[in-house]
């Protein structure tokens, strides 16, 4: 497995972006991984090694702007975050690294940018896969944020978080919760963005997920007009490829078989 790490230039400063390649797999196009509201690179943990090991191609995943290792970004994104991914950053990346064809795999908000992603570059995007991603703004979403804004006020928790993200600790939080709960925002939804996605789809989630119910993974599946399935796990909370790694590679894998050409 070779792994490499190297820093790319976007507007506003550099992402760190680190690459998992398997051996004589350099062909195949790339899964680009897309983490969520508090993550980095070094939280995906070891599952985009397992990841590229099972699928045996080459796996991407950055830290976003103002995340992890990537530089810092002035004042909380704008309300348009999940688009400007889309839009900014994701093509940056592409060029830098120098891709075509590729398979996304986000993780919570990072499900959605995936998504808007797949509708922007509709023929490079060969397939998408969606973790525990929000579709639209839920008063069940907006409980979990509560509690976890409210459970970062404790002494020690921002520490944790400072592990990841350094002194930009602070700002990744508010990043999060600022934005989620500014009234404002609660009309965004993938609405939109749903009938354009024309690949293969696979919405997984967890039946315990504390921040978002069954019915993201239904629209997402039912709202894209490419093939879709939905990946319900039993007992598993927000983080399934943390929880029930084993089964997700084998949902993930079983799902490429079935819809990608070798």
Not at 64 to 71: D, P, T, V
Not at 215 to 232: K, L, T, Y
Not at 249 to 256: D, I, K, R
Request: with cysteine; aromatic share 10%.
């Amino acid at each position: 497995m070779n792994v490499q790490d190297r820093f790319v230039d976007v507007s506003g400063g550099e992402l760190l972006v680190r690459s998992w390649t398997p051996a004589r797999a350099e062909d195949r196009s790339p899964m680009v991984l897309f983490h969520d509201s508090l993550g980095s690179v070094k939280l995906w943990r070891d599952f985009p090694e397992a990841l590229a090991r099972r699928l045996e191609r080459p796996v991407i995943a950055y830290d976003r702007l103002g995340f992890g290792q990537s530089s810092p970004r002035e004042g909380l994104p704008s309300q348009r975050f999940i688009e400007e991914e889309a839009e900014i950053y994701f093509p940056a990346l592409r060029e830098a690294l120098g891709f075509t064809k590729f398979l996304l795999f986000g993780h919570s908000v990072g499900g959605a940018m995936a998504i808007i992603i797949a509708t922007r570059f509709a023929g490079d995007c060969e397939l998408v896969i969606t973790e525990a991603s929000q579709a639209f703004v839920e008063e069940h979403t907006l409980d979990g944020i509560r509690a976890a804004k409210a459970q970062f006020q404790k002494p020690g928790q921002m520490d944790k978080l400072a592990r990841y993200h350094g002194d930009k600790a602070r700002w990744v939080l508010e990043a999060w919760t600022e934005v989620w709960l500014d009234p404002s925002f609660h009309h965004w939804n993938l609405e939109p963005f749903l009938p354009q996605v024309q690949c293969p789809v696979l919405a997984l989630h967890g039946d315990h997920d504390e921040f978002g119910t069954l019915e993201f993974p239904r629209r997402i599946a039912e709202g894209v007009q490419g093939p879709s399935a939905q990946g319900i796990l039993e007992n598993c909370g927000h983080v399934p490829h943390r929880e029930q790694q084993p089964k997700v590679l084998n949902t993930v894998a079983a799902f490429l078989t079935e819809h990608l050409a070798k």
